[in-house]
C-alpha cells in the first residue's frame, strides 16, 4: 500500500502564535537537512578551489603571512610584546588560526544561504541545509589550516600534552559562538550585502581586541577591552590546548559559550519566522 502523501497547510497566521508547532517545524527542518547538507558540502568541497591554480594553497597564505609581519615587527623591536609562554610564533600563529575559525563560522550563514537564494525561490528545501553544509566547510578548512601547526610545532621543538585531548571542545565551541552571531545576522545579512562585507572589514580589525597576537593585557583600556570581548576567553581556552600550558579562563568559557547557546536557539527561531519572507522578496 503507497503511503499517503504529507499535506503542510500554510495559513497567514504569524508562526508565533503557535510556538509547539514552529519548534517541531523546526526540529523536522533539520532532521529533513542533513541529506541535502551533505551533498551541498561534497558540492561546495569540490568547487570551492576548482579555478584556482593554487587551489587550498590559499588557505594557508593568511595565518603565515599574519605570523611572519607580527614576527618581525616583535624581533626588530618596532612592536614589544609581554612574555607568551611558548616561542612567539606559534603564539601567534595558535591565535590567528583559532581567530579565523571564528570569523569563518560568522561569515558562514550568511554566505551559505546567499549562496543559496536561486535554489530557496524556486524550491522548498529545508533552510538549514546550506547552514550546515557551510559549518561543515568551515570545519574542513580549519582542519587543513592547523596542518601549519606541524612544522611549526618541530621547528620550535613544542610538544603536546594531555590538555590536547580538549582541543576538539575548544573548536566546536569557537565555531558555536560565531555561528550563533552568524545566524542572528542572516536575515539582515541575505537583504543588504553590506553586513557580510562589513564583518569581512571589521572581522581584521576587530581581531586586535582580542589577544590573538599578543597575551591577554591586565590593565588600562586595552586589558578592559580584552576581557570584555567573549570571544577572549574561547581563544586563551583554545590556545591553552594546544600550547600545553595550564588552562585559563574556563568559567568564563562555559559561561560565554551557554550565551552563545541561547543566542543561537532564538537566532534560529527567528529565522525560522522570516526567512520564508525574505526569499518571497527576493524571488520577486
Known sequence: MIPSPTVRRYTPNSAIANPGLLFSDMGNNLRLSLPLARALFLRDLK????????GY??????????TAVWFFLNSSGVVEVADTGIPYPAFVMIGTLLWQTFLD??????QALS???????KLNIPREAPILAGVAMTSVTAGIRLLLLIPV???????????????????????IAGASLGVLLTPIGMLYTDIGRGIQMLGQFLMYTAPVVYPMAGTGLLGTVNRWNPVTPLLQF???????????ALPETFLVSAL???????????????LPRIIERMGM
Do not use: E, H, K
Open 47 to 54: 568547487a570551492q578551489f576548482r579555478q584556482s591554480a593554487l
Open 57 to 66: 594553497a590559499w588557505l594557508f597564505f593568511p595565518p603565515i603571512a599574519t
Open 105 to 110: 563560522s560568522l561569515n558562514r550563514p550568511i
Open 115 to 121: 549562496g543559496a537564494r536561486g535554489i530557496m525561490t
Open 153 to 175: 610545532f618541530i621547528f620550535l621543538d613544542l610538544s603536546l600534552s594531555w590538555q590536547f585531548l580538549l582541543f576538539p571542545l575548544a573548536y566546536v565551541l569557537i565555531v
Open 238 to 248: 583554545g590556545r591553552s590546548t594546544l600550547s600545553g600550558g595550564p588552562l585559563q
Open 260 to 274: 552563545c547557546l541561547i543566542v543561537l536557539f532564538f537566532a534560529w527561531t527567528i529565522l525560522q519566522i522570516v
